[in-house]
Nanobody, 118 residues
């Protein structure tokens, strides 16, 4: 069982930056596809970014070119560097770890709030 704990959320001004971290315990993130999702009030949870075990990355259209996902397997930590923040980036951000064999292993963190305003 993998436990995920997000940190680094808070308030940022429009155009500012924040860096989110997701610390994992109970298993190595190196074997998981890791992702960041977000959910704004009244909206569905959406995929922000994904990084595979081979370090291939993919981003949602709304964050392309502004956010960067990375992983430090030695520290067992996932990161999301967010730049040029916009008010529409305001949401709770969740860390996800997914691993598929004959069974799907799917773990979530508790979320961290990001608020962007001018």
């Amino acid at each position: 069982q993998v436990q995920l704990v997000e940190s680094g959320g808070g308030w940022a001004q429009t155009g500012g930056s924040l860096r989110l971290s997701c610390a994992a315990s109970g298993g190595p993130i190196s074997i998981y596809t890791m992702s960041w999702y977000r959910q704004a009030p009244g909206k569905q949870r959406e995929l922000v970014a994904t990084i595979t075990t081979e370090d291939n990355t993919n981003y949602g259209d709304s964050v392309w070119g502004r956010f960067t996902i990375s992983r430090d397997n030695a520290e067992n930590t996932l990161y999301l560097q967010m730049k040029s923040l916009k008010p529409e980036d305001t949401a709770v951000y969740y860390c996800n770890a997914k691993y598929r064999t004959s069974k799907i292993y799917d773990y979530w963190g508790q979320g961290t709030q990001v608020t962007v305003s001018s």
